[in-house]
Nanobody, 122 residues
Framework: QVQLVESGGGLVQAGGSLRLSCAASTRTFSSYDMGWFRQAPGKERDFVAAIGSTGRVTYYADSVKGRFTISRDNAKNTVYLQMNSLKPEDTAVYYC???????????????WGQGTQVTVSS
């Protein structure tokens, strides 16, 4: 079992930046792919970004490519999502997720955090 706790959400103006963090409670963090998803009010949960277990491979949704960067620190059991040039349409609850390694394009994950709210004002 992997426990995931997100932090770093908040209210920011359009054009601003936020960095989300997700701390994982597992001794084998470096063996998991990690992903970020988001869910806006009244919408389905959407994929945002993923990073392979070693950190060498990343994958992004088209809507965030060039603005968001996913990274991980395996020594700290933490994955990050740096969000720049934020837009009002980025407003959502952001979830961290973990799974055993699979092709990054696939979006099934086994473990989920509780989410952190990101609100971008216009």
């Amino acid at each position: 079992q992997v426990q995931l706790v997100e932090s770093g959400g908040g209210l920011v103006q359009a054009g601003g930046s936020l960095r989300l963090s997700c701390a994982a409670s597992t001794r084998t963090f470096s063996s998991y792919d990690m992903g970020w998803f988001r869910q806006a009010p009244g919408k389905e949960r959407d994929f945002v970004a993923a990073i392979g277990s070693t950190g060498r491979v990343t994958y992004y949704a088209d809507s965030v490519k060039g603005r968001f960067t996913i990274s991980r620190d395996n020594a700290k059991n933490t994955v990050y999502l740096q969000m720049n040039s934020l837009k009002p349409e980025d407003t959502a609850v952001y979830y961290c997720a973990a799974r055993a390694p699979r092709p990054l394009i696939t979006t099934h994950y086994d473990y989920w955090g509780q989410g952190t709210q990101v609100t971008v004002s216009s």
